[in-house]
């Protein structure tokens, strides 16, 4: 085990910004308002700015419990040994108490302005990501993506849930598209990563199942994103152009699995087919959730002509 060194450096506000992980929380509060914003009925502009505020900082705060309980981890892995626990730029118990209190503050603050159903919702996403995927899933089993995976398919829920005050099929739909997109996703980085990973002693499927079982899950789970994906349009939950923009969206991506599917050697080419489908599934969950805005948006103004 990788031992951390204690913190020695000034901590600065990046440190903390940093606990946040704002590349993730980026698309997390981007699904968050786009599942807002899709909603049927209204939301006054100060509370909707309030909710998904609040999930960005229930987000934060949970990212922040993930690098706090994985510091020896990360500080093994060339990808986050730079992070501010791993390089001893923070003691553990700030990393702790800042991840509590934005998480505490966020689910607090949530149900007191919007509604306390959204707020339950947000507690339970962090609790998901925090304990069930950080302690019990993520060291104990493969499938920990697949089951962790519902830890950031909840922002769009969330958001739809501060607009309307309940849950129904068109939300869970919108959290189903992230669950299924997230094995693909990630799995196609832990193929160029998996090295760090069995260092740490991190069971993701390519290090356990090997290679090949892990090209057949992304393409498989790619198929099922496919379907998935348009299941909003052909319910009738959104229109056309959701449709036939999933349609596109998805049919590429499943064109960009297929060659990390289906060749027998990663030698000689960089991962290059991996690194290309990994890139592209954050540009599609983006795409494809602006679309779901653009369409609702249209269907409005038709509605109104």
């Not at 919007?114 to 089993?141: D, E």
């Not at 849950?167 to 598209?177: D, E, R």
């Not at 799995?187 to 499927?205: E, N, R, S």
Request: hydrophobic share 55%; proline share 6%; aromatic share 12%.
């Amino acid at each position: 085990m990788t031992t951390v060194p204690t913190a020695s450096l000034p901590v600065e506000w990046r440190d903390f910004f940093a606990l946040t992980k704002p590349r993730v929380m980026s698309l997390v509060v981007f699904t968050g308002l786009c599942g807002l914003l899709a909603a049927p009925g209204t939301i006054h502009p100060v509370i909707g700015f309030t909710a998904v505020l609040c999930i960005a900082l229930g987000a934060g705060g949970s990212g922040a419990l993930n690098q706090w309980w994985e510091a020896d981890i990360d500080a093994g892995m060339k990808r986050t040994a730079r992070r501010p626990l791993p390089a001893g730029r923070m003691a553990h118990s700030n990393a702790r108490d800042f991840g509590i209190a934005l998480s505490v503050a966020s689910v607090l603050m949530m149900g007191l302005v919007v509604n306390w159903l959204s707020g339950a919702v947000l507690a339970l996403s962090i609790f998901y990501y925090a304990v069930i995927y950080t302690i019990w899933l993520k060291p104990r089993t493969p499938q920990n993506i697949v089951i962790g995976g519902a830890a950031g398919a909840f922002p769009p829920l969330i958001g739809w849930i501060a607009v309307t005050g309940h849950i129904t099929l068109m939300p869970v739909l919108l959290f189903a598209i992230i669950f299924v997109w997230t094995p693909p996703h990630f799995w196609a980085l832990a193929m160029f990563v998996k090295t760090d990973y069995a260092k740490v002693g991190i069971p993701m499927l390519p290090v356990v199942a090997g290679e090949q079982a892990t090209r057949r899950q992304i393409f498989v789970y790619s198929v099922v994103l496919f379907a998935v994906s348009l299941l909003p349009w052909v319910l009738g939950g959104t229109g056309a152009v959701y449709g036939v923009s999933a349609l596109v969206l998805s049919g590429v991506f499943l064109a960009l699995a297929a060659p990390v599917a289906f060749r027998a050697s990663f030698e000689g080419d960089a991962m290059k087919p991996e690194k290309r489908l990994f890139g592209y599934s954050v540009i599609y969950l983006f795409a494809l959730f602006a679309v779901l805005v653009i369409d609702a948006a249209l269907r409005n103004l038709g509605a109104l002509a």
